[in-house]
């Protein structure tokens, strides 16, 4: 499993990544990706900050 973020749909706010580090960052282009496999333990944190994204940019994806 792993975070995807819609780009255009972020407005940068950092919530996934203070949230959920193992899954999300801020890209130096000021909006957020998920970055790598979650590990099991992350799952439900991202679940948690797909749900609490104030745009709704965020879906969680099986990485394969
Ligand atoms: S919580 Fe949503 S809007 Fe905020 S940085 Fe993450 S993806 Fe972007």
């Known amino acids: 499993?792993?975070?995807?973020?819609?780009?255009?749909?972020c407005v940068g706010c950092g919530?996934?990544?203070a949230s959920c580090p193992?899954?999300?960052?801020?890209g130096?282009?000021?909006v957020a990706e998920g970055y790598q496999?979650?590990?099991?333990e992350s799952i439900e944190d991202a679940q948690q900050?797909?749900?609490d994204c104030p745009?709704?940019?965020?879906?969680?994806?099986?990485?394969?």
């Open 49 to 51: 900050v797909a749900g």
């Open 1 to 9: 499993m792993k975070g995807y973020v819609d780009k255009a749909l």
């Open 22 to 26: 193992e899954g999300f960052r801020l």
């Open 37 to 40: 496999e979650l590990p099991a």
């Open 28 to 30: 130096d282009d000021g």
């Open 15 to 17: 919530m996934c990544a």
């Open 55 to 64: 745009v709704g940019a965020i879906t969680i994806v099986s990485a394969k």
